[in-house]
T-cell receptor
Framework: EDQVTQSPEALRLQEGESSSLNCSYT??????LFWYRQDPGKGPEFLFT???AGEEKEKERLKATLTKKESFLHITAPKPEDSATYLC??????????FGPGTRLSVLP | GAVVSQHPSRVICKSGTSVKIECRSL??????MFWYRQFPKQSLMLMAT?????????EQGVEKDKFLINHASLTLSTLTVTSAHPEDSSFYIC?????????????FGNGTRLTVT
């Protein structure tokens, strides 16, 4: 059974304090790993797709990396507007998506 | 591109009534749409997969007679919560994928906050 866990559950950072969020997964066959950002009361917003170990993607202050067992979302010099819940999901070869519980990020000014 | 629109964003209804939620893909055709439910501070729980022109596929434990899904066109899926009860109060989110390749991401609507009084 595919499983996705995320850590930490919640993270508070000062503005400018870089950090990383972790997504660990077990999947029968990885078709893709996805990162989403979700603001309160909104649907998830797609950020990145990673397909194979060693791949990296960047968008503004965010950088996602992938290994065979986990993915990291690195946040460099975060700003208060980066505060959100970050969700990780995997898709297996059966086309099923499994979401992790998310990391709630708060960036304090 | 890949915009999914969901309506309404909030709805309050009385116990025993039915509520319909619409999900539209605005700039692409979606043969398949997905309906999720999300409880506070929890992740997304897949309720059902909506297939254009055929019956929806429900996840284990989801009552198909309570959560009616209709996918009548390539851009519209609806979820009707029938005979709603307070325990149905939740955040419902739909999603769809651009069907170009098999590992394209899910794109989500902005969700519907349902409150049953």
């Amino acid at each position: 059974e595919d499983q996705v866990t995320q850590s930490p559950e919640a993270l508070r950072l000062q503005e400018g304090e870089s950090s990383s969020l972790n997504c660990s997964y077990t999947v029968s066959g990885l078709r893709g790993l996805f990162w989403y950002r979700q603001d309160p009361g909104k649907g998830p917003e797609f950020l990145f797709t990673l397909y194979s170990a060693g791949e990296e993607k960047e968008k503004e202050r965010l950088k996602a990396t992938l290994t065979k067992k986990e993915s990291f979302l690195h946040i460099t010099a975060p700003k208060p507007e980066d505060s959100a819940t970050y969700l990780c999901a995997v898709q297996d070869y059966g086309q099923n998506f499994v979401f992790g519980p998310g990391t709630r990020l708060s960036v304090l000014p | 591109g890949a915009v999914v629109s969901q309506h309404p964003s909030r709805v309050i209804c009385k116990s025993g009534t039915s509520v319909k939620i619409e999900c539209r893909s605005l700039d692409f055709q979606a043969t398949t749409m997905f309906w999720y439910r999300q409880f506070p501070k929890q992740s997304l729980m897949l309720m059902a997969t909506s297939n254009e022109g055929s019956k929806a596929t429900y996840e284990q434990g989801v009552e198909k007679d309570k959560f009616l899904i209709n996918h009548a066109s390539l851009t519209l899926s609806t979820l009707t919560v029938t005979s709603a009860h307070p325990e149905d109060s939740s955040f419902y989110i739909c999603s769809a994928r651009v069907p170009i390749w098999d590992n394209s991401p899910l794109h989500f609507g902005n969700g519907t906050r349902l409150t049953v009084t």
